[in-house]
């Protein structure tokens, strides 16, 4: 079955360091997004992309956060100078519109550590 | 305002029986999709359950159902014979603007724990 893939899984680094996490979204998937769960809390919306842009951005998503498809595969979410209040749990989706419910299929989650 | 509720922090049931994890939501869209999704303690999320605002019917998968109540703007999750794989986080969340969007965002509610007792 095709699943969403992440990496790393897990991720320690210094603040004000800068953070790439990786994700391998299904491959006929057309919607990607990233959403963050900070310890034992309610998942959050970041970002939605579709058709090579952003499609929509929370206010969680400040100009510390990008993100980028840099080939046929990949999507990543990249953190400029991370802090400390960046430490959650970040889960890469995808969905598609082809389906009648268009539910999202969640990756494992990279979990960052800002130290 | 919220748009997802789900007042239940925490609940237990015994295993075997059924349990009810209650969700309301807010909306003023006329079109919009209610979900279900699990997360066990390995912590992936796992899709259980969809409700569509314009579904006439209650949706079931197997042992989930969802009693859709919209004049109330409710949700819940029915989950029957409990087993104890289903000790895991339950999050209700809601998809609005269903129709010609470019994002199909889910919006999370902060989720009930649920432990199945032996």
């Known amino acids: 079955e095709p699943e969403v893939t992440q990496t790393p899984s897990h991720q320690v680094t210094q603040m004000g360091q800068e953070v790439i996490l990786r994700c391998v979204p299904i491959s006929n998937h057309l919607y990607f997004y990233w959403y963050r769960q900070i310890l034992g809390q309610k998942v959050e919306f970041l970002v939605s992309?579709?058709?090579?842009?952003?499609?929509?951005k929370s206010e969680i998503f400040d100009d510390q956060f990008s993100v980028e498809r840099p080939d046929g595969s990949n999507f990543t979410l990249k953190i400029r100078s991370t802090k400390l209040e960046d430490s959650a749990m970040y889960f890469c989706?995808?969905?598609?519109?082809?389906?009648?419910?268009?539910?999202?299929?969640f990756g494992e989650g990279s979990r960052l550590t800002v130290l | 305002a919220q748009k997802i509720t789900q007042t239940q922090p925490g609940m237990f049931v015994q295993e075997k029986e059924a349990v009810t994890l209650d969700c309301t939501y807010d909306t003023s869209d006329q079109s919009y999709g209610l979900f279900w999704y699990k997360q066990p303690s390995s912590g992936e999320m796992i899709f259980l359950i969809y409700?569509?605002?314009?579904?006439?019917q209650n949706a079931t998968e197997g042992r989930y159902s969802l009693n859709f109540q919209k004049a109330r703007k409710s949700a819940n999750l029915v989950i029957s014979a409990s087993q104890l794989g289903d000790s895991a986080m339950y999050f209700c969340?809601?998809?609005?603007?269903?129709?010609?969007?470019?994002?199909?965002?889910?919006?999370f509610g902060s989720g009930t724990r649920l432990l199945v007792r032996p």
């Open positions: 409700q569509g605002s314009y579904d006439e």
């Open positions: 989706a995808s969905s598609s519109a082809a389906t009648r419910t268009g539910e999202l299929f």
């Open positions: 992309f579709y058709n090579n842009e952003i499609s929509e």
């Open positions: 969340a809601m998809r609005e603007g269903v129709n010609g969007d470019s994002s199909y965002k889910l919006i």
